[in-house]
Structure formats: C-alpha cells, structure tokens
C-alpha cells in the first residue's frame, strides 16, 4: 500500500515568516494530495489540493508544488499569521482512499 | 447544511464495556469514512462505504469492532468489548461520488477514553 512520509513533525516560525511542510509518498499511482489543517478539538479541514497533472497550485498565501518524479510534494504559507497555528496533514490517494502523513504542528509565534 | 454530525464528542468507558459511535454524514454525500486517530499512529483509515454498502474494511484492528450503515444518513462504529488501547479519536468523514474534488468532509470527532 502507499506510505506517506512527512516533516516536519513540529514547526516554529515568527509571524509574518514562511512556513514549508514537506511529504514524500512511495505509490506512483497515487493522483490526489490533499492537505488538511486540523485545529485543537476540531475535525481536519480541507485547505488546498493538487492532482497529479498539476505541478503548482496557489490559493492566497497557500501554496502546494508537486514533484511526481521525486515523489514528493510541500506546503508553503508565506506571511503567517498566529490563526494559522494548527496541526497540518498531507495525504496522498489514488481513489477513495486517502493515506495520510503523521502530520507536522506548526505554531506561529507573534 | 450542519456538516458531517458524530455523537457522542466525549466517551469515557471502563474496560470490557460495549462502546458505539455514531455519524450522521452530509446530505447526498455517497461515501462515509471511519477514521481514528492516535499519537503514535496518526490518522488510520477503518472502515469505508459506498451507497450504504461497507468496501474495505480491512483497517478494522479487530473482530471487537464493527460498523454499519443501515440507510444513507447514519453509521455506528461499534467496540465490544472496549481495552484500554483503543482510546483514541474516531473522526467520521463523508464525500459525495463524482465531484470536482475528492474532498472528504470529517466531523468534529468522538474522544474515547478507555479506563
């Protein structure tokens, strides 16, 4: 089956900096990465996904670039905001199935 | 729509007890995941159904638990009996078949604590 592989597991960064998470799968087959932000107490929230016959996708300061080559794809949220601490998930699928990485804790520090 | 709906939030339970889960997912979503989540495991896919039927269920950790759909709105993830090791977050997730997205949908999550 596919295994996911992600780092950071924790993250610090002063507000307004960048942040980047990074994930590597092993299923060349896998076409869909979502990434899920998943707030204290709460459910994992969709926040950006990319498919596989896109390299880059941007959504306001977020931001998803897909390497299939090298199996690997990141995050990036530039200009971090404290609202932006959670614990970030990235996952890789290639149908109804989603694996998932461990997940990284990101705190933005004011 | 109110999102996908699990109950109970918290469940605190001694071991031996029966515990159920319950999961109402989104209006005219087609598919309904169970997922737990741990410290040490992450998210862990359990249990997932298409049209009320359960496809893969080989991430059920053992013959103590079971789910089951009766109709479109409602699942129940069942432990019997319940062990210490199963404390965990169970999260329900749905996703309707045939969207632009794959996007699942998760719940607010059950805490289960197993005394």
């Known amino acids: 089956g596919e295994n996911v592989e992600q780092h950071p597991s924790t993250l610090s960064v002063q507000e307004g900096d960048s942040a980047v998470i990074k994930c590597t799968y092993s299923?060349?087959?896998?076409?869909?990465f979502p990434w899920y932000k998943q707030e204290l107490g709460k459910g994992p929230q969709l926040i950006i996904d990319i498919r596989s016959n896109v390299g880059e996708k941007k959504d306001q300061r977020i931001a998803v670039t897909l390497n299939k080559t090298a199996k690997h794809f990141s995050l990036h949220i530039t200009e971090t905001q404290p609202e932006d601490s959670a614990v970030y998930f990235c996952a890789a699928s290639m149908g109804n199935q989603f694996y998932f990485g461990t997940g990284t804790s990101l705190t933005v520090i004011p | 729509d109110a999102g996908v709906i699990q109950s109970p939030r918290h469940e605190v339970t001694e071991m031996g007890q029966e515990v159920t889960l319950r999961c109402k997912p989104i209006?005219?979503?087609?598919?309904l995941f169970w997922y737990r989540q741990t410290m040490m495991r992450g998210l862990e896919l359990l249990i997932y159904?298409?049209?009320?039927?359960?496809?893969?269920d080989s991430g059920m950790p053992e013959d103590r638990f079971s789910a089951k759909m009766p109709n479109a709105s409602f699942s129940t993830l069942k432990i019997q009996p319940s062990e210490p090791r199963d404390s965990a977050v169970y999260f329900c997730?749905?996703?309707?078949?045939?969207?632009?997205?794959?996007?699942?949908?998760f719940g607010p999550g059950t805490r289960l604590t197993v005394l």
């Open positions: 997730a749905s996703r309707v078949a045939g969207g632009r997205r794959n996007e699942q949908f």
């Open positions: 299923d060349s087959a896998s076409n869909y």
């Open positions: 209006s005219g979503h087609d598919y």
């Open positions: 159904f298409n049209n009320n039927v359960p496809i893969d």
